[in-house]
């Protein structure tokens, strides 16, 4: 989770939410890395996660990510859980919960949902205080 912080941190360079993922091999080398950039690219995809998930396919040379772990500050969304389902990712790992867009198990189980053909484990809690403090402070500042 610390990797990912660091990813949401520079998110703020450019105005984005800060919101940080990295994706992890089954051996636990990272072969992806993502953070908000929907404000810097102008381009309303660039989720954390959705970019890490890019990487990491490149990265391998395959978009069967069967092997990852998705590690990411804050709850996907239903687009990004969609990406996550389509790259059959077995794991994911997230800080903060997303009370108003979750599809991880707030608002939303779309990871876990066993009407679709791939089902995902889903480590919830990990680090959310300090990811929870710093989308509070980036959305409290003027």
Known sequence: ???ALVEARAAL???DVPVGAIVR???????GVGRNEREARHDPTAHAEVLALRQAAETIGDWHLTGATLVV???????????????????VVFGAWDEKAGAAGSVYDVLRDR???HRVEVVA?????ACAALLT???RTP
Not at 73 to 91: D, H, K, N, Q, Y
């Open 1 to 3: 989770m610390r990797a």
């Open 13 to 15: 360079d450019t105005g």
């Open 25 to 31: 091999d089954a051996t636990g080398v990272v072969i």
């Open 73 to 91: 500050t804050l709850e996907p969304c239903v687009m990004c859980a969609g990406a996550i389902l389509s790259a059959r990712v077995p794991r």
């Open 115 to 117: 009407r679709l053909n």
């Open 125 to 129: 809690g990990v680090g959310a205080a």
């Open 137 to 139: 402070t980036f959305f």
